[in-house]
Antibody
């Protein structure tokens, strides 16, 4: 069974940084790009970027350049998203999602809720 | 960026009847390879989005055939026949023709 298991909720202070993880199982991790998506409360979905786990190649939404950094650990089939200089605008649910060969996002993590508050 | 536009709410429907949800893109999603890079996702309350339709008209694995989708290069319709209570949620259209992938604002399926 294919699963993307994300790390738990985070409560962090403004100005801090956080690293969210997404552990993949049930498929060959390096064969599929991993995307990250932001969903602010009650709002739509916004693409942050993606990483190719095979070679670590990345592409970012211009809006998130300098804010998000995507990495992977192939040995543990885990993708990571590091967010820095956090503000209240970064409070949201963050999802990882696998990009299928059909270019659809066919599997999603359960989401990680980030709250930035003093 | 390609803008995806959806109404915030569907027309209210009665369980067991049909529903339609529309989506419009600011640019044709039809690639020269003949594939239309339009997708539909459903986000049920408290859950992650789930894939319903890929490349405009293909049903994702495990999705009931009550769901179907069609369209042109810029105008698309998701149809749900015999709406069930489990279909409640927000439906998002999305494009992956070009970066950045973009999503519509979502349409909440309203049940009478």
């Amino acid at each position: 069974e294919i699963q993307l298991q994300q790390s738990g909720p985070e409560l962090v202070k403004p100005g801090a940084s956080v690293k969210v993880s997404c552990k993949a199982s049930g498929y060959s991790f390096t064969d599929y790009n991993m995307y990250w998506v932001k969903q602010s409360h009650g709002k739509s979905l916004e693409w942050i970027g993606y990483i190719d786990p095979y070679n670590g190649g990345t592409s970012y939404n211009q809006k998130f350049k300098g804010k998000a950094t995507l990495t992977v650990d192939k040995s543990s089939s885990t993708a990571f998203m590091h967010l820095n200089s956090l503000t209240s605008e970064d409070s949201a649910v963050y999802y990882c999602a696998r990009e299928a060969f059909t270019t659809a996002f066919d599997y999603w993590g359960q989401g990680t809720t980030l709250t930035v508050s003093s | 960026d390609i803008v995806m536009t959806q109404a915030a709410f569907s027309n209210p429907v009665t369980l067991g009847t049909s529903a339609s949800i529309s989506c419009r893109s600011s640019k044709s999603l039809l690639h020269s390879n003949g594939i239309t890079y339009l997708y539909w996702y459903l986000q049920k309350p408290g859950q992650s989005p789930q894939l319903l339709i890929y490349q405009m008209s293909n049903l994702a694995s495990g999705v009931p055939d009550r769901f179907s989708s069609s369209g042109s290069g810029t105008d698309f319709t998701l149809r749900i026949s015999r709406v069930e209570a489990e279909d409640v949620g927000v439906y998002y259209c999305a494009q992956n023709l070009e970066l950045p992938p973009t999503f519509g604002g979502g349409t909440k399926l309203e049940i009478k």
